[in-house]
């Protein structure tokens, strides 16, 4: 399936509602055709394991008080409404944003455990990218798990039931990054499966359609 045709599919099926942190949102057409996004003012605070399951994919783990006040400001960010729009405009500008929204509206979208993760994943990677502190040379001063994804996935994670929360992070690599890019040297190489441009679970889900 092309841009054009998923672009098309992901208007067809307005309005939707997704989950995004724990939050709903939903996405519309406004007065003038336009995509609008309304954010609900209530979530179910997942943080701490959504950001616990990201963080630990690093090969280094660091608990020191400069990684303790990172979280706690990104905790803050990530819970407002005004992060969440500018990750989601960010969000459906990459070659796998729409194709995460499409689904099948007869359920509702907290069935699909492997889009609520990815999004958070990216949410997270999009967030410390934007956000944590840089040094002189543009880099990470605290580093971050790699936002690519393994060559060889899980085989296990071939039926949907088996999906769980964590079944994302399972499938991604491991490497601490400070690299602008979020990724490591090998993920960085053109045609690399990262966050933002693939998903693992489509056929799995039954949309063999929407992989990239």
């Not at 099948?104 to 993760?117: H, K, L, N, P, V």
């Not at 040379?137 to 996935?153: D, E, Q, T």
């Not at 491991?174 to 693992?200: E, L, M, Q, W």
């Amino acid at each position: 399936m092309n841009d054009g045709t998923v672009n098309s599919q992901f208007r067809q099926q307005l309005p939707f509602q997704v989950l995004v942190m724990g939050r709903s949102v939903t996405f519309d057409r406004s007065s003038t055709g336009k995509i609008a996004i309304d954010i609900d003012d209530a979530f179910t605070d997942i943080f701490e394991s959504a950001s616990s399951t990201w963080d630990h994919r690093k090969g280094i783990q660091i608990n020191g008080p400069e990684q303790r006040s990172n979280f706690a400001s990104m905790k803050e960010r990530l819970h407002s409404k005004k992060s969440v729009r500018q990750f989601l405009l960010f969000l459906v500008r990459q070659p796998i944003g729409p194709r995460l929204f499409i689904f099948d509206q007869s359920q509702s979208f907290d069935r699909y455990i492997g889009r609520q993760a990815a999004i958070n994943e990216a949410y997270l990677t999009w967030d410390a990218l934007t956000n944590w502190e840089r040094d002189r040379n543009g880099k990470l001063v605290l580093s971050i798990a790699c936002a690519g994804y393994r060559k060889r996935l899980a085989k296990y994670e071939s039926e949907p039931e088996k999906i769980v929360p964590a079944s994302v992070s399972f499938c991604m690599c491991s490497s601490n990054v400070s690299d602008p890019t979020g990724c490591c040297g090998t993920h960085k190489k053109s045609g690399s499966r990262t966050i933002f441009n693939y998903y693992p679970f489509f056929k799995v889900e039954g949309f063999p359609e929407l992989d990239l």
